[in-house]
């Protein structure tokens, strides 16, 4: 017996009420009988859209061309989608046209996978027609129906097997690899969002080195190609020689731990540390473009292009020193420019307890104590700016850009130089010269 949350129980009965069929479906009842919180509640049921949205106050047409409403309760929105089949499938990307059937079981079929094929109501109990709950027992992940004809009507599933086994910790069925594995090419037909969304909830998951299914399978080729490249060529580590790519994947595994006890809201920092890892044998600029490829957004792009930059940097490990790092870095951007490289020791070396680890820990601690001290060394914690360059009587323009850029200097080399009265006086010489 499943426990439904309370709305979703609701919205089930209401339509049931009204003559309908209604199930809990797909995600949420394979999450729910592994003991995973759901993402979200999908409904499906033998009403249509119209119906639907007869029968519930506040509904939203979020998908009605595919005959999905919201029913909103609260701020909590759920999915009620009319039973359906997906028609002919175009390019192997989207159904040219769906529709609409009176039958569970055949909305059940049109499914990815057999664990995401069961639907569940307190009327019926689980219905289970394709044996989703035994390989959900066994960890299996398999198509409904045949793989190559499933991989056909949308090659996004192939990425899908690689993600659900990194998320569960699934094996992935030898039909479903071996027809995967054919058809991976038909990727290049899927959308940039569509892909990275699923990379993304890989990397995310508690096995993002399973990466390296998707590169068994002929996936990397297709969506991340630069990735291929760094498999064919060894890295010496602790653990001895390995493809650099294993070394690149093991990084993020280290830091998925790292995500696991930090818990949700770090997923955006953590994606900027996994994608920095991941492309770090790239230039910054072929990693950002990589990035733009896939349509990340720009503060992600950004993010991981300026840490793949400045990971090569060697701190001098003296409080000025330090300054002078963060001010070339960016205060924005130390902490995870200093996880990046305490990831990386981990992984080179094993342990933190050697040199490169222990000047790691001399540089945190030295910017600690920057940051306690609430020193400047970043321009707009410079205690002038221009307009008091202007009261100085220096003209806005380059020259003014340049003073203040000197009054920086001095205050990184010289931090108790950072109030008015000091910088006015440093300025006015610098003025007069
Ligand atoms: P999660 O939400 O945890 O990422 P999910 O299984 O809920 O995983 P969704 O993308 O939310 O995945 O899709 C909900 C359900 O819709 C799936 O469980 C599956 O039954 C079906 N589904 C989703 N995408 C596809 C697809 N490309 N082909 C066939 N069925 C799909
Ligand atoms: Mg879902």
Redesign the pocket.
């Known amino acids: 017996k499943i426990e439904l949350p309370k709305h979703v129980d609701y919205i089930i009965k209401e339509l049931q009420k009204h003559g309908y069929e209604a199930y809990a479906?797909?995600?949420?009842v394979?999450?729910v009988i592994l003991g995973r919180e759901p993402?979200?509640w999908?409904i499906t049921t033998s009403a249509s859209p119209r119906q639907v949205k007869e029968i519930f106050k506040r509904t939203v047409d979020t998908g009605i061309l595919h005959g999905t409403v919201t029913v909103m309760f609260d701020k909590m929105g759920y999915e009620v989608t009319t039973y359906r089949i997906d028609g002919e499938y175009e390019d192997n990307r989207h159904p040219k046209e769906v529709t609409y059937t009176p039958y569970l079981s055949e909305d059940l079929m049109?499914?990815?996978f057999t664990i995401?094929?069961m639907a569940y109501n307190e009327e019926s109990g689980l219905v289970d027609i394709f044996e989703g709950l035994k390989d959900l027992k066994e960890g299996r992940i398999r198509c409904v129906g045949s793989a190559a004809r499933r991989f056909d009507e949308?090659a996004?599933?192939i990425l899908?097997a690689v993600r659900f086994s990194a998320q569960l910790g699934f094996d992935i069925e030898e039909e479903t690899f071996l027809a995967a594995k054919e058809m991976a090419e038909h990727l290049q037909n899927i959308s940039a969002e569509r892909i990275r969304t699923e990379i993304n909830?890989l990397l995310l998951s508690p096995h993002p080195d399973r990466l390296f299914i998707a590169y068994e399978l002929g996936i990397t080729k297709v969506v991340l190609p630069e990735f291929d490249p760094m498999m064919n060529e060894n890295k010496l580590t602790w653990k001895g020689e390995e493809p650099r790519g294993s070394f690149y994947l093991r990084s993020i595994k280290l830091i998925e731990e790292k995500l696991a006890s930090a818990g949700k809201g770090k997923e955006k920092e953590y994606l900027i540390l996994a994608w920095t890892l991941l492309l770090q044998g790239l230039s910054a600029e072929e990693g950002r473009e990589v990035l733009k490829r896939l349509k990340f957004d720009n503060e992600t792009t950004e993010y991981v292009y300026r840490l793949i930059t400045w990971n090569s940097y060697e701190f001098l490990l003296t409080p000025y020193g330090m300054r002078k790092a963060a001010n070339l870095i960016g205060k924005d951007l130390m902490r995870m420019l200093f996880c990046v490289k305490e990831t990386l020791i981990l992984a080179e070396e094993g342990s933190l307890s050697n040199r490169k680890g222990g000047e790691l820990e001399k540089a945190k601690e030295l910017y600690k104590e920057i940051l306690n001290k609430h020193e400047c060394v970043e321009l707009k914690e410079l205690l002038v700016n221009g307009k008091d360059l202007i009261e100085l009587g220096l003209k806005p323009g380059k020259a003014m850009g340049q003073v203040l850029g000197e009054l920086l200097e001095a205050v990184l080399q010289e931090p108790s130089l950072n109030n008015k009265e000091s910088l006015r006086e440093l300025a006015a010489e610098k003025i007069v010269s």
Request: aromatic letters at 0%; glycine letters at 10%.
């Open positions: 479906v797909g995600g949420c394979r999450d993402e979200d999908d049109r499914r990815d995401n094929a949308d996004l599933r899908r909830k």
